[in-house]
C-alpha cells in the first residue's frame, strides 16, 4: 500500500455537547480515492470539517503527511499548502467583486504576509495552466458570480490543481449539479487524479458513483461502521447498518 | 470664477486649511481603504455603531478630567472588541443589537456630557467634527495609521480576501481568521477613533460606507475595487474641501455631500455599462 496521506486516530469531535464524530480512524493512502458515506447528520461533514481545522477536535490523532494536526486546528503552513478544500456550497455573495483568475490565483498563494504583487510571472503562468486544463481559461475575466454551476465546479477544481497537492478534501462538492454536470466534474476530477497523483477523500450521497469511481468507502453513522472497497462496504447487509434495512441498491446495466 | 480660484488659493495657504485638506484626504483614504473590507463583510453598520459609541468615550474622558483624544483611542478598541465579542455568542440579530448599543452608548454619552456645563453647547462639535481644527499631532498620528492600515492590507490581502470570500476555505488554507479580522476590527476602531475629531460622530461611517459603494459599482476584480475606494475617499476629501472653501459650507458635510454624489455617479456610469453590455 502507498504512503498514508492522512492518518485518523480515534477522532472525536464534538458539536456543542453532542459528540458528532466518535473514536472515528481511518487511513487515506497517497493516490487513493476514499469516500465517506452515511446517513444525513451521520457525522461526515463534521468529520471533514475536523480534518481540516475548521472545528476544533476533543480527542485523537490526526496525522497530514506525517505532522500532527493540533486540536484547535493547527497545521504548518508547507503542510496545508498541500491540501485542497471543495466546500459542500460554495456561495459567493455576488456583490463580491471577483474574478475567475483572481480566485485561482489564490489557491497558488502561500499562506503568510506577502507583497500584493508576490509570484508575478510564476502565478500569472500556473493560473493560465490550471485554467486550461479544466478548460476554463475562456472564463478567466468573468466575475465568479456570473457562472454556472457546472463552470464554478471546474474553476474551483482549476483553484485545487494550481499548485502541486497531496490530498483533496470534497465535500459533496457537485451538490447542486444536473446528472450532465456531475458527470462531467466526476470525469474531470478523476482524469486529473490520475495526472496529479491526488489522495481523495470525499464525502458523498452518490453511492452509483462512489461504485464506479472509488477505490475506497468509510461508511459512518457518527463512528465507522464498516470500510474497504467498493463491493464489500456497499454490499446490502453493510449499507442497512447505515441507512436501515429499508434500503435497496439496484443494479442496472444499461 | 477667477476671484473664486484666488480664493480658494489664498484660503490654501493658510496653514489650518493645509491642515485640513490633509487631515480630511488621510480619513479618506483610511476610510476608502477600510471601507473596501468593512462592506463586504456586512461591517457597514457596525462602523456607524462604533462612530456614534465613541460619543460615550469622550464623556468619559471629560468626566474624569482627561484629554478625550487620548481616552478616544483605547475606549474605541476596547469597545470595538466587546461589541465584537458579544455579537460573535449572541442569539440576536446583529443589526438589532447594534442599534441597542449605540443609542445606548449615545444616550448614556450625552446624559455624562450635560454634568458638564462648559461642554453643553459643544455637542454639535462632537457631532459634526470640525476638521479645520485638526492639529499637526493629529496628521502626524493619522498619516502613521494610514501606513499601517495599508501594510496590514497590503501584507494579508489575499488571506483577507479569501477570508471575505469563503471563512471555511480561508481557514482550510491555514488563516488565521480569528487573528485577522480581530486585527482589522482594531485597524477600523483606531480609524474612526482618530477621525472623530475631524468628522464628527455621525458622519464618520459615511467616509468608511460611500466610497467603498461607490468603488464596488465600478470594480470588477478586487485589487482595482481596493485601490478605486481609497482613491475615492482621498478624491471626495479634496472636492468636498474645495467646495466648502468655495461656498462657506460646513467641512465634514461638504465631503459627505461629495461623496454622494461620486456615489451617485458611480450608479449612473454601472447602470450605463450594464445597458451597452
Redesign the interface.
Known amino acids: 500500500m502507498n504512503d498514508p496521506v492522512l492518518v485518523v486516530q480515534g477522532l472525536t469531535v464534538h458539536r456543542g455537547a453532542y459528540a458528532a464524530v466518535q473514536d472515528v480512524s481511518f487511513t487515506v493512502p497517497s493516490g487513493v480515492d476514499t469516500a465517506i458515506i452515511g446517513p444525513n447528520g451521520a457525522g461526515k461533514s463534521t468529520l471533514v ?1 475536523a480534518l ?3 472545528l476544533p477536535h476533543q480527542s485523537g490523532e490526526v496525522r497530514v503527511l506525517g505532522h500532527p494536526l493540533s486540536a484547535k ?1 493547527y ?1 504548518p ?1 508547507a503542510v ?2 498541500q ?1 485542497a ?1 471543495l ?1 459542500q456550497n ?1 456561495l ?2 455576488h ?5 475567475v483568475s ?2 485561482v490565483g ?1 489557491g497558488w ?1 502561500r ?1 503568510g ?4 504583487w508576490a509570484g508575478g510571472r510564476a502565478r500569472r503562468l500556473a493560473v493560465r495552466d490550471a485554467l486550461a486544463k479544466v478548460e476554463a481559461w475562456r472564463l478567466r ?1 468573468q ?1 465568479i458570480s456570473s457562472l454556472s454551476g457546472g463552470e464554478t465546479k471546474r474553476v474551483l477544481l482549476a483553484y485545487c490543481l494550481v499548485r502541486p497537492r497531496a490530498l483533496l ?1 470534497l465535500d459533496e462538492a457537485p451538490a447542486g449539479l444536473d446528472v450532465v454536470a456531475e458527470s462531467e466534474f466526476y470525469e474531470l476530477l478523476h482524469q486529473l487524479k490520475r495526472e496529479q497523483g491526488w489522495a481523495i477523500l470525499q464525502v458523498s450521497h452518490d453511492l452509483d458513483m462512489v461504485q464506479r469511481s472509488c477505490d475506497r468507502v468509510l461508511c459512518m453513522n457518527r463512528r465507522i461502521l464498516c470500510e474497504g472497497t467498493p463491493d464489500q462496504a456497499l454490499a446490502p447487509e453493510q449499507l442497512a447498518l447505515a441507512y436501515g434495512p429499508e434500503l435497496v441498491r439496484y443494479k442496472h446495466s444499461c | 470664477m477667477p476671484t473664486e480660484l484666488t480664493r480658494i488659493i489664498e484660503l490654501l495657504e493658510l496653514p489650518f486649511m493645509q491642515r485640513a485638506v490633509m487631515g480630511s484626504v488621510l480619513t479618506g483614504l483610511m476610510g476608502g481603504l477600510l471601507g473596501s473590507f468593512t462592506i463586504l463583510r456586512q461591517l457597514s453598520f457596525f462602523s456607524d455603531a462604533l462612530g456614534h459609541s465613541t460619543l460615550l468615550g469622550i464623556s468619559i474622558g471629560f468626566l474624569l478630567s482627561l484629554d478625550p483624544s487620548w481616552v478616544l483611542l483605547p475606549f474605541s478598541v476596547i469597545f470595538a472588541l466587546v461589541v465584537n465579542y458579544i455579537l460573535e455568542r449572541t442569539q440576536l440579530w446583529t443589526d438589532a443589537l447594534l442599534n441597542i448599543i449605540y443609542s445606548s452608548s449615545l444616550a448614556i454619552g450625552i446624559i455624562l456630557l450635560s454634568f458638564r456645563d462648559e461642554y453643553r453647547g459643544g455637542i454639535t462639535h462632537l457631532l459634526f467634527g470640525d476638521v479645520l481644527a485638526v492639529q499637526k499631532a493629529d496628521l502626524a498620528f493619522s498619516a502613521v495609521l494610514l501606513v499601517v492600515c495599508a501594510g496590514f492590507i497590503g501584507l494579508t490581502l489575499r488571506s483577507q480576501i479569501l477570508l471575505t470570500l469563503h471563512e471555511p476555505m480561508a481557514i482550510a488554507r491555514g488563516v488565521d481568521v480569528s487573528a485577522q479580522r480581530t486585527a482589522f476590527i482594531v485597524l477600523l476602531s483606531l480609524v474612526v477613533g482618530v477621525s472623530i475629531k475631524a468628522i464628527g460622530v455621525l458622519l464618520i461611517s459615511a467616509f468608511i460606507v460611500i466610497p467603498a459603494c461607490a468603488a464596488r459599482l465600478l470594480s470588477r476584480q478586487f485589487n482595482h475595487y481596493i485601490l478605486i475606494s481609497a482613491g475615492l475617499g482621498a478624491v471626495s476629501a479634496v472636492m468636498g474641501m474645495l467646495l466648502s472653501a468655495l461656498f462657506d459650507l460646513p467641512s465634514g458635510p461638504s465631503i459627505v455631500a461629495t461623496q454622494l454624489g461620486i456615489f451617485l455617479l458611480a450608479a449612473l456610469l454601472s447602470k450605463a455599462r450594464i445597458l451597452a453590455a
Open positions: 470539517q481540516l481545522g475548521i486546528g497545521l503552513p496545508r499548502q491540501i478544500y466546500p460554495f459567493v455573495d456583490r463580491i467583486p471577483i474574478t483572481e480566485l489564490w498563494d499562506v504576509p506577502q507583497l500584493p475575466d466575475p478534501i
